[in-house]
């Protein structure tokens, strides 16, 4: 009997071996029968149906198979069985009669020169013995169960082949779907449910183009005019790729490219398609702050260079009666926009640094209310309509940091106080003390920052492109250094703004331990 865990391939073998067997049995005129097929587990043959015997009269007959294989091994080629067992007979337990010798006969199941099992029948231990002339009786039905086993075994690897694949489908990270030849979808894994929010009982059987509806950036549809399924070709199999916007259930715009591998009919007509389906809005996103990027770099070395060149060309004419005063302004005009330029470059530098992970940290013990107040002097000489107050709090313990680092995070946070508040104002800068950390807030009093805008201002290359904002230089580097800075010493930033009003950045170092 087939195990109750049993594939449908098994059970359909099991149901074929009870119908060839009952019948091989039948026309010889024999009492009870067994099929054994090859087991790859147990590495000998064993009983895959069998009538007319019991649990002991089959023990008895394993012996006969372990033998079998003996001789099966010792002669590939051309193996008759029946020579030597067609007057044999089979010492079989019998509750009547102690023990009885049965007539048995016997053949391999051999398809395409391969032995796949053996079939035996036995006839009572009464009856004449088995003669020549069953061979060939036995043979017929020898090689339709050599048959049904072999179809078995091509079924159950395909199976196992296609629970194979459709793993591995289900398991990709990347979306996946089939779509017959009328462009229905057939198949939609875990990864497709979870980039477009539809279950798979919500869109199988339904236009591919119904549920994605593919379209350009510009939003003209792509599905309908552009699909590769609609293609001839004289290619069994082709592969193409389609990028646009598809629309989640929820109503959400992804970017995703689409592969498409078409399977098609010697006229080149489409017979179904696989498709990979991946979400590249980021990627997207990212080509774009890099473009924009690159646009405002150029902008940003242009127009220092402009001005340094400007100065340089009006100072060095022969004929210009220059005054001392008029020479040391347009020279310090000059060294700052060089200033600037070897300031853009180092972030430049740093910033490359930390995509190729070879920013390595020193640290040392620091004190930062010496380090911040170092910077505010800087910038006082640097500028006349803000003021700047330092406050930090009695007994600031050091922190354990990289002083060129933090440094940098320091200059670029009151950098940018100074830059957005083109207005003027007061800049404060004032340090708290908790239990595991230090708190250093930087305030400045300037235009503030838009509410959809504040998550992403860490991000590398990004920069506001809203109202007075555009109007300051920078590149969008400096915050996404100074996450990462304080990230790498397990510190954190975080903002807080009101547009209009100005904004609060407040950066955490871990406290020395001990200190305090």
């Given at each position: 009997?087939?195990s109750p865990r049993a594939t449908p391939e098994q059970i359909d073998?099991?149901?074929?071996?009870?119908?060839?067997?009952?019948?091989?049995?039948?026309?010889?005129?024999?009492?009870?029968?067994?099929?054994?097929?090859?087991?790859?587990?147990?590495?000998?043959?064993?009983?895959?149906?069998?009538?007319?015997?019991?649990?002991?009269?089959?023990?008895?007959?394993?012996?006969?198979?372990?033998?079998?294989?003996?001789?099966?091994?010792?002669?590939?080629?051309?193996f008759d069985l029946l020579s030597e067992l067609q007057t044999h007979?089979?010492?079989?337990?019998?509750?009547?009669?102690?023990?009885?010798?049965?007539?048995?006969?016997?053949?391999?199941?051999?398809?395409?020169?391969?032995?796949?099992?053996?079939?035996?029948?036995?006839?009572?231990?009464?009856?004449?013995?088995?003669?020549?002339?069953?061979?060939?009786?036995?043979?017929?039905?020898?090689?339709?169960?050599?048959?049904?086993?072999?179809?078995?075994?091509?079924?159950?690897?395909?199976?196992?082949?296609?629970?194979?694949?459709?793993?591995?489908?289900?398991?990709?990270?990347?979306?996946?779907?089939?779509?017959?030849?009328?462009?229905?979808?057939?198949?939609?894994?875990?990864?497709?449910?979870?980039?477009?929010?539809?279950?798979?009982?919500?869109?199988?059987?339904?236009?591919?183009?119904?549920?994605?509806?593919?379209?350009?950036?510009?939003?003209?549809?792509?599905?309908?005019?552009?699909?590769?399924?609609?293609?001839?070709?004289?290619?069994?199999?082709?592969?193409?790729?389609?990028?646009?916007?598809?629309?989640?259930?929820?109503?959400?715009?992804?970017?995703?490219?689409?592969?498409?591998?078409?399977?098609?009919?010697?006229?080149?007509?489409?017979?179904?398609?696989?498709?990979?389906?991946?979400?590249?809005?980021?990627?997207?996103?990212?080509?774009?702050?890099?473009?924009?990027?690159?646009?405002?770099?150029?902008?940003?070395?242009?127009?220092?260079?402009?001005?340094?060149?400007?100065?340089?060309?009006?100072?060095?004419?022969?004929?210009?009666?220059?005054?001392?005063?008029?020479?040391?302004?347009?020279?310090?005009?000059?060294?700052?926009?060089?200033?600037?330029?070897?300031?853009?470059?180092?972030?430049?530098?740093?910033?490359?640094?930390?995509?190729?992970?070879?920013?390595?940290?020193?640290?040392?013990?620091?004190?930062?209310?010496?380090?911040?107040?170092?910077?505010?002097?800087?910038?006082?000489?640097?500028?006349?309509?803000?003021?700047?107050?330092?406050?930090?709090?009695?007994?600031?313990?050091?922190?354990?940091?990289?002083?060129?680092?933090?440094?940098?995070?320091?200059?670029?946070?009151?950098?940018?106080?100074?830059?957005?508040?083109?207005?003027?104002?007061?800049?404060?800068?004032?340090?708290?003390?908790?239990?595991?950390?230090?708190?250093?807030?930087?305030?400045?009093?300037?235009?503030?920052?838009?509410?959809?805008?504040?998550?992403?201002?860490?991000?590398?290359?990004?920069?506001?492109?809203?109202?007075?904002?555009?109007?300051?230089?920078?590149?969008?580097?400096?915050?996404?250094?100074?996450?990462?800075?304080?990230?790498?010493?397990?510190?954190?930033?975080?903002?807080?703004?009101?547009?209009?009003?100005?904004?609060?950045?407040?950066?955490?170092?871990?406290?020395?331990?001990?200190?305090?």
């Open positions: 009997m087939p073998l099991h149901a074929t071996l009870k119908m060839i067997l009952n019948t091989a049995v039948e026309a010889l005129q024999g009492s009870a029968g067994v099929v054994a097929t090859w087991s790859e587990v147990e590495h000998r043959f064993v009983a895959t149906e069998s009538c007319g015997l019991d649990a002991r009269a089959l023990d008895r007959l394993r012996t006969l198979m372990d033998e079998s294989l003996t001789d099966l091994a010792t002669s590939r080629e051309s007979r089979l010492p079989l337990p019998s509750s009547e009669k102690g023990q009885t010798l049965n007539p048995i006969i016997a053949l391999p199941l051999q398809v395409g020169g391969e032995f796949v099992g053996l079939i035996y029948v036995l006839r009572p231990y009464d009856a004449a013995a088995f003669s020549s002339a069953d061979q060939p009786i036995l043979a017929a039905f020898a090689q339709q169960a050599a048959i049904a086993v072999q179809n078995a075994r091509l079924a159950y690897l395909l199976a196992e082949e296609k629970r194979r694949v459709e793993s591995i489908l289900e398991g990709s990270a990347e979306g996946i779907m089939s779509i017959d030849a009328q462009r229905r979808i057939v198949r939609f894994n875990s990864a497709m449910e979870r980039l477009t929010g539809y279950s798979r009982e919500d869109v199988l059987g339904k236009q591919c183009s119904s549920v994605l509806n593919l379209r350009r950036w510009d939003g003209s549809r792509l599905c309908i005019a552009q699909c590769p399924m609609l293609k001839q070709t004289g290619d069994a199999s082709s592969t193409s790729e389609q990028q646009g916007r598809i629309q989640t259930k929820d109503g959400q715009n992804i970017d995703v490219s689409m592969v498409y591998s078409i399977i098609r009919s010697p006229e080149g007509q489409p017979r179904n398609a696989v498709i990979n389906v991946r979400d590249i809005t980021r990627l997207r996103e990212i080509e774009s702050l890099r473009a924009t990027f690159l646009s405002m770099l150029g902008h940003e070395v242009q127009t220092p260079l402009s001005i340094i060149k400007g100065y340089t060309s009006t100072l060095a004419r022969s004929d210009g009666n220059w005054t001392e005063s008029t020479l040391r302004e347009g020279l310090q005009v000059i060294e700052g926009e060089c200033d600037r330029l070897s300031k853009m470059m180092s972030r430049l530098l740093l910033a490359s640094r930390i995509e190729t992970g070879s920013l390595t940290l020193k640290k040392e013990e620091l004190q930062l209310p010496s380090l911040v107040s170092k910077v505010v002097r800087r910038f006082e000489t640097m500028t006349r309509i803000h003021t700047f107050t330092v406050s930090f709090e009695p007994g600031f313990p050091a922190v354990y940091a990289d002083p060129e680092l933090t440094e940098e995070v320091v200059t670029n946070l009151i950098d940018n106080a100074v830059k957005y508040s083109p207005e003027g104002g007061e800049i404060g800068v004032t340090g708290k003390v908790s239990n595991e950390h230090v708190e250093v807030t930087v305030a400045d009093e300037g235009i503030g920052i838009p509410l959809r805008e504040v998550d992403r201002i860490f991000e590398q290359f990004h920069r506001v492109n809203s109202g007075p904002v555009q109007r300051i230089r920078g590149v969008g580097l400096g915050l996404y250094i100074c996450k990462y800075i304080l990230e790498a010493h397990g510190g954190s930033i975080r903002v807080t703004s009101q547009l209009g009003k100005g904004s609060q950045f407040t950066l955490t170092l871990p406290r020395c331990r001990g200190a305090g």
